[in-house]
């Protein structure tokens, strides 16, 4: 009788212990994915940021809809970074270390990703880069992945459109003032776009780098005027490219085509400041309101991010750096999915074989984690009239010049000073 009521004894501990180990599990599969990052939510970049950091959270409450990834819900773990890339590694130690994210995804722009790397590469992390210009050039890291649709050749891509917009032009063109701020993403661009004038054959006459500090920009603007380019080529961020428009404008900068790669110009506040300053802009962009840039499941975003838009105090419309913060997670999270691991291996190797569809169209990485094929758009901007919201919902203010697979109806308005006639 001891032996039976020591079985039953050592059954029910059994039947505890399994149930007990069961739990646990339950409880583990339960936790949530946590996805770790940095986002400039104040400072110089905030005016990308903010609406970066909505579309990730759109992305994660659609994910969790869904009912999770893993059979598990996402957690959001983020932090300001201030636009200020000397805090960024010691966000991602605390991301890793305190926090113990699963997925560490960097922050917006080359400036601010590039402190990441170290960490990222000493870590064996998966990285899936957000609106940053040939920054694997320098590491060549295995499990890197761009999300920008530069193309293979980043740099030339940047500017490419640009100056073959220019030299489709009769007559053609012959020289060109470059300004470009002393920053990494500008400076490379400006690299790219020396690169691709002298293979139209323009001649440089004026090429200038100015501190990113710098307020006043007019006697820049009297510079390039004293050299009498035909071209005008900026590589510039938000607040320096305002003033540079400003300062052409106010100056009556003489010259024949006058933008490129000005990172803000996207922004809809920007836009209804600037407002009919920026007409005859030629610039790079990687959405507009086309219809031959409706892919699916775009509208469906943009209809949620605007309803929560005026609420988050972000960019009202999005067009701009929003559709490529989901088209990030997007992949991730697909990649996930079909891997059913979060190993960074195994996640890149998906990530390299497989074609992806995302809400910005469907794209495959080549080399170096850069997308196979580029997708910069070149945009004018044309018919803008006061500082009216609406009109910049429009497809006929962003008139799509480049690529020719994307092209508007529209024709490139030539020279810029026609725009003041």
Not at 94 to 121: C, H, Q
Not at 181 to 207: P, T, Y
Request: charged share 20%; net charge neutral.
């Amino acid at each position: 009788m001891t032996i039976m009521v020591h079985a039953r004894r050592l059954c029910r501990l059994a039947a505890t212990t399994a149930l007990l180990a069961l739990s646990m599990a339950s409880s583990n599969a339960a936790d949530p994915i946590k996805v770790g990052f940095s986002m400039p939510l104040t400072g110089s970049l905030a005016v990308t940021g903010k609406p970066a950091l909505l579309a990730t959270q759109i992305w994660a409450e659609d994910v969790n809809a869904r009912g999770g990834l893993l059979g598990r819900p996402i957690e959001l773990v983020f932090y300001d970074d201030q636009s200020n890339p000397a805090l960024v590694p010691g966000i991602y130690s605390k991301l890793l270390d305190v926090d113990r994210v699963d997925i560490a995804v960097p922050g917006y722009s080359t400036n601010m990703t590039a402190p990441f790397m170290p960490t990222a590469i000493a870590r064996n992390l998966l990285v899936v880069s957000y609106f940053c210009l040939a920054l694997n050039d320098q590491f060549h890291y295995p499990r890197y992945f761009s999300m920008v649709p530069f193309g293979p050749q980043p740099k030339i891509s940047l500017s490419k459109g640009f100056f073959d917009i220019a030299a489709a032009q009769t007559p053609k063109p012959e020289t060109v003032a470059v300004i470009s701020a002393d920053a990494e993403f500008a400076q490379n661009a400006a690299e790219g776009a020396r690169e691709n004038l002298r293979s139209h054959g323009f001649k440089i006459v004026f090429d200038r780098t100015y501190p990113p500090n710098t307020v006043d920009f007019s006697p820049i603007i009297r510079s390039v005027q004293a050299s009498a380019p035909d071209i005008v080529y900026v590589a510039s961020y938000p607040a320096d490219g305002a003033g540079l428009v400003r300062a052409a404008h106010e100056l009556q900068l003489k010259t024949k085509m006058f933008g490129g790669s000005m990172v803000g110009m996207q922004s809809t506040p920007l836009r209804m400041q600037l407002g009919t300053l920026l007409n005859g802009v030629v610039h790079h962009d990687f959405w507009v309101p086309d219809p031959k840039l409706m892919f699916p499941g775009i509208e469906a975003f943009l209809a949620k991010y605007q309803a929560r838009a005026a609420g988050a105090g972000v960019d009202p419309l999005g067009y701009y750096a929003p559709p490529y913060a989901y088209a990030r997670m997007q992949v991730i999270e697909e990649a996930i999915d079909a891997t059913h691991t979060l190993d960074a291996d195994k996640l890149a190797g998906y990530l390299r074989e497989h074609v992806h569809p995302t809400i910005v169209g469907d794209l495959k990485f080549g080399a170096d984690g850069e997308w196979s094929k580029s997708g910069v758009l070149f945009v004018q901007y044309q018919g803008i009239s006061g500082n009216d919201l609406e009109q910049f919902r429009k497809p006929g203010t962003y008139v799509v010049l480049a690529p020719d697979e994307f092209r508007s109806n529209a024709k490139l308005i030539y020279p810029y000073t026609k725009t003041r006639e």
